[in-house]
């Protein structure tokens, strides 16, 4: 570097003093002081997402509970008491827009007793071997492909289906195949 | 509490908080309790920084109005992110960083203007010099400043860092984050234009 440089360089971008109106000028823009880092910010927000996650849940059980709930009730609380599969598919296309692929004639180890909407979901229940049994259908999340069956706890299967999630609660572990026979032959 | 800052205890910012070195008792008790929201504390670290936060502004943008604008947001983000540093760094490293990065901020919002005439009008206005030499004087310094201006920003910064605040290769490439061979690169490079574009200064 030529020698006269350095010296011009230091004079004409020597520090200067700020003027005062700077301090005015922040004070009237000031946010109040940061006491923590943005990591504790961003645990905060971690927090109320799962929280949110969890009252979310409480607020709306999954369906395996509802149709365990539903199971617990037996027949009470049923708005729709039909034996006719028929009319009950017709009344559940009516109040929820399920369609629910009913036999239109189930075996006699079969017995409906009726349906109930609750929101966007509908409780079909009836009797499989004589002991109690219910289908719940709700629409399944947009763009849900087709899932098989899972057996959710010992008496609880669901699965997806041209776009409806059904949940089948059974008495009995061993009546879950039986209570099968409310929609698919032997 | 009432804070003192560096230059009114009698000490320069530079000579408290030399670049790299542990920050003494004083601006720790500083720095932390403004951490805790204590505005005292943050005005005491506003006048300890203000001239430098403010020069490297003026220097890079080559404009008093943007460099208000710069100083301000920077002074701004101290506030908001002090919680962030952490005692075991540099303060002035990490407040350059925040200089540095409001100055690319602002660059990148496209203001760009390096005024002429301020130097010219405070020349002609002074009453101690004679005014012919005062004025060749300051339109050498505003001929410097013009040129520096008209840097690419990579160049333009590490000039500002180093002849604004003096400090050496291996500081800037702290504050930039890039290497000390990176920074002697972009500063060869700098002095070469400079030395042609300032050349009837000889």
Redesign the interface.
């Known amino acids: 570097m030529n020698p006269w440089l350095e010296p011009e360089l230091q004079r004409g971008l020597r520090e200067v003093t700020a003027p005062a109106e700077l301090w005015d000028r922040i004070r009237a823009a000031r946010v109040p002081p940061s006491r923590g880092s943005h990591r504790g910010l961003i645990w905060a927000l971690a927090v109320a997402v799962v929280l949110a996650a969890v009252a979310l849940s409480l607020v709306r059980p999954p369906d395996e509970r509802f149709a365990l709930q539903a199971l617990a009730n037996g027949s009470q609380g049923i708005g729709f008491h039909c034996q006719n599969p028929a009319q009950l598919r017709a009344w559940v296309r009516a109040n929820t827009g399920l369609d629910v692929p009913l036999r239109p004639v189930p075996p006699s180890s079969i017995q409906l007793i009726g349906a109930r909407n609750v929101g966007a979901r509908v409780e079909i229940a009836y009797q499989a071997g004589g002991r109690d049994a219910v289908l719940l259908v709700s629409k399944a999340d947009a763009g849900r492909s087709n899932l098989p069956h899972s057996r959710v706890a010992g008496n609880v299967s669901s699965w997806v289906t041209d776009g409806q999630r059904y949940t089948l609660a059974a008495s009995d572990p061993a009546d879950l195949q039986l209570a099968c026979k409310l929609c698919h032959l032997d | 509490m009432l804070w003192k800052s560096g230059k009114d205890t009698g000490r320069s910012a530079v000579q408290t908080n030399g670049f790299g070195m542990v920050l003494d008792a004083h601006d720790r008790d500083v720095i932390e309790a ?6 005292d504390a ?2 005491a670290l ?1 006048e300890t920084y ?6 490297i502004a ?2 890079y943008s080559g404009n ?1 109005a943007v460099a ?1 604008d710069i ?2 947001d920077t ?2 983000k101290l ?6 540093f952490r005692a075991e760094s540099s303060f002035d490293s990490w407040l350059y960083r925040l200089v540095v990065n409001s100055c690319i901020d602002d660059q990148r919002r496209g203001r760009r203007m390096t005024p002429f005439l301020d130097g010219l009008l405070d020349a002609v206005c002074a009453p101690a010099e004679s005014v012919l030499h005062r004025l060749m004087r300051t339109e ?6 013009d040129v ?1 201006a008209r840097l690419a920003p990579e160049h333009r910064m590490v ?2 860092l180093r ?3 003096g400090l050496a290769y291996d500081e800037i490439a702290k504050i930039l984050g890039c290497s000390a061979g990176t920074v002697a690169s972009r500063l060869n490079r700098a ?1 070469k234009i ?2 042609r574009r ?1 050349s009837w ?2």
Request: glycine fraction near 4%; hydrophobic fraction near 35%.
């Open positions: 403004c951490q805790r929201g204590d505005a943050f005005r506003f203000k001239d430098r936060v403010y020069s003026l220097r008093p208000m100083a301000q002074f701004l506030l908001s992110r002090i919680g962030e050498t310094e505003q001929r410097v400043q520096v000039i500002v002849y604004t605040e002095h400079l030395e300032l200064c000889r």
